[in-house]
């Protein structure tokens, strides 16, 4: 987790597995503020289980690192 955080400052880029269902672990992608960023693609589906999930691709607003 601690990985994803300090890459998440230089990052232009962020392709997502946006999972609609909480699972326990100890490691998870940190939270980060949606208004620095923009979705510019999403791929929604439904497994046949049912889990909803989507493939999401997001670019930093204004297209710069935050460093």
């Known amino acids: 987790a601690e990985l994803y955080r300090e890459a998440l400052s230089r990052a232009r880029t962020l392709h997502l ?28 589906r439904s497994g046949d289980d049912g889990l909803v999930y989507a493939f999401v691709t997001y670019t930093r607003a204004g297209g710069r690192s935050a460093s």
């Open 17 to 44: 597995t946006e999972i609609a269902r909480a699972y326990g672990g100890d490691i998870e992608f940190p939270r980060f503020d949606r208004g620095d960023w923009r979705e510019v693609a999403r791929d929604a």
